[in-house]
């Protein structure tokens, strides 16, 4: 069983920055591929990024603007939100899976509680 706590979301204007972390329990974290999902009011969750021993993939929207990054000695996964957009307004979800863990929220086992993120224009 692996818990996921998020933390760092919160109000921002548009061109800001922000990082988001997400903090995992369990002793087999670089294990897992870790993912960011979000989901905005009346939409479907979907994919942001994702990080494995493979390498990093990135949804179209974000690429060039986010980041995201692994503490394996911290079990912490971070993602660094770099020109944000209104439109990156959404609960920010943090995910483990086995590889290849993948696009597809069904990819992922385990899911922290969210947390949102708020872009002004």
Avoid: H
């Avoid at 290849?100 to 509680?113: A, I, M, T, V």
């Amino acid at each position: 069983q692996v818990q996921l706590v998020e933390s760092g979301g919160g109000l921002v204007q548009a061109g800001d920055s922000l990082r988001v972390s997400c903090v995992a329990s369990g002793r087999t974290f670089s294990s897992y591929v870790m993912g960011w999902f979000r989901q905005a009011p009346g939409k479907e969750r979907e994919f942001v990024a994702s990080i494995s021993r493979s390498g990093a993939n990135y949804a179209d929207s974000v690429k060039g603007r986010f980041t995201i990054s692994r503490d394996n000695a911290e079990n912490t996964v971070y993602l660094q939100m770099n020109t944000l957009k209104p439109e990156d307004t959404a609960v920010y979800y943090c995910a483990a899976g086995f590889p290849p863990g993948g696009l597809d929220p069904r990819g992922y086992r385990y899911w922290g509680q969210g947390t949102q993120v708020t872009v002004s224009s």
